[in-house]
């Protein structure tokens, strides 16, 4: 790999390259108000995969999240089975619609692995709403520290959300990996924000 003076390297063609920010908060915060909106939050105890991986795509998709559809199923039913790990759906109008996941094996602290709601709920309150059920969530364990990571690929407001809700960003990585859209992974027209460079 050849690294220009200025830092800048190429990516080869076939993959993808992610800017991923790291945030975290280590006391509770202040909860705002919720937004009005119809809906409920439950939790998906041992989930099916099928209705994991429906639900995760139907969220991730559109930003390139596939790491829990390339994923054995042994491994990931392993993870999501664990005591420690906690799944919950926010519904709206019957369906399924965001997805919240919460890690507490690391003890004493609590990472929201996957946060998120589909196309149609992105700017209704929907967001907010969940991440506000999260902090409570989280917060109601004896942790000292909630964490998250968040990627150039998600949505681009994302980062800021995340800061509005009390989180301080705190590390940054580059991530290369192949492109999802070009082995079947994830649909060939999702995330029109990321070229394809084949
Ligand atoms: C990231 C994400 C959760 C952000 O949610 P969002 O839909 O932009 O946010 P919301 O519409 O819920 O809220 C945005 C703001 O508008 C306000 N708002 C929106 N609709 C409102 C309403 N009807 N009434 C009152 N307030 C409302 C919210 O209160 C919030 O204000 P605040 O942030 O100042 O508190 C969402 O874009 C998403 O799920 N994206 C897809 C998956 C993804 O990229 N996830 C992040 C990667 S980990």
């Known amino acids: 790999m050849v690294v220009l003076p200025n830092g800048e390297f190429d990516v080869p063609a076939g993959k993808i390259a992610n800017v991923v920010t790291h945030l975290e908060m280590t006391k509770r915060p202040v909860i705002p108000s919720d937004p009005a909106g119809a809906w409920t939050l439950r939790r998906v105890e041992a989930p099916e995969l099928d209705w994991y991986r429906d639900l995760f795509r139907r969220v991730g998709e559109e930003w390139l999240w596939f790491s829990r559809v390339r994923m054995p ?13 906690e799944n919950y759906a926010l519904a709206h109008e019957g369906r399924d619609e965001g997805m919240l996941e919460l890690d507490f094996r690391d003890a004493g602290q609590c990472e929201i692995v996957f946060f998120g709601v589909t196309a149609k709920l992105i700017g209704s309150g929907a967001g ?23 990627c150039t690929h998600d949505h681009p407001g994302a980062v800021a959300f995340y800061q509005r809700s009390g989180f301080r960003a705190f590390r940054l990585q580059i991530e290369i990996e192949d492109d999802p859209r070009l082995d079947g992974t994830a ?8 070229a394809i460079i084949e």
């Open 73 to 85: 199923d042994a491994e990931l039913t392993a993870i999501l089975h664990s005591p420690l790990v």
């Open 128 to 150: 907010r709403w969940l991440m506000n059920r999260a902090l409570e969530l989280a917060w109601s364990r004896p942790i000292a520290r909630l964490w998250l990571h968040t």
């Open 187 to 194: 649909r060939r027209d999702a995330a029109g924000h990321v």
